[in-house]
Structures are given as C-alpha cells and as structure tokens.
Nanobody, 123 residues
C-alpha cells in the first residue's frame, strides 16, 4: 500500500517555474515506478511524466518535454516535478501516481493516486 500527498501547486505567470512534490508513505516506495498526470477542466486526465523505481529511466509527454523534469529521492520517499517555462495550457490539477512496473503512460495502469494539487498559469 502506498499513500501519496502532492504539494507545491499555485498561481504563476507564463514563463515562470514551479516545483511539485509528492510525499509517499510505505516502506516499499523505492520499488514503485512513479508518474505525474494532470487534468484540466473538461478534459481527461493525461500523462505528464514517469520515472523508474531507481530513477534511471524517465519518460515525458511531448507537450512538456524539455520544460519539465521528474526526479525522485528514495531516501526521503519523495518524487518531484520541476516545471519550467510554464504556459497557460499547463493549467490543471496535477496528480502523483504509483505502480509496480515502469513504462506505462496510461492512467488506468497506475494503482495509487494522490489527491492532486492545482497549478494555474496566467498569461
């Protein structure tokens, strides 16, 4: 069982940066691949980024590639999403998620979810 709590969202101007954090509980956190998803109003939840359990592999949606960076600190049970050069279209609720194996971009493949944190980018 993994419990996830996101933080770090807020209001930022276009071109600015934010760093989202996801705190995980559970002694087996380091054995889980982690992902970030987002959901804008009226849209489906979409994949943003994923990282393997040791952090050696990462994957990004094309829309955020080169601007966002996912990372993890297994000693602290934390996952991060550094978001740079933010655009108004990045506005969404951002969710942290966990699954046993790395490689999926489908939200239905993830077993555990946080409650989400709101990111709003003004133009």
């Amino acid at each position: 069982q993994v419990q996830l709590v996101e933080s770090g969202g807020g209001l930022v101007q276009a071109g600015g940066s934010l760093r989202l954090s996801c705190a995980a509980s559970g002694r087996t956190f380091s054995s889980y691949a982690m992902g970030w998803f987002r959901q804008a109003p009226g849209k489906e939840r979409e994949f943003v980024a994923a990282i393997s359990w040791r952090g050696l592999s990462t994957n990004y949606a094309d829309s955020v590639k080169g601007r966002f960076t996912i990372s993890r600190d297994n000693a602290k049970n934390m996952v991060y999403l550094q978001m740079n050069s933010l655009k108004p279209e990045d506005t969404a609720v951002y969710y942290c998620a966990a699954r046993r194996s790395y490689g999926s971009t489908r939200r239905t493949d993830y077993d555990y979810w946080g409650q989400g944190t709101q990111v709003t980018v003004s133009s």
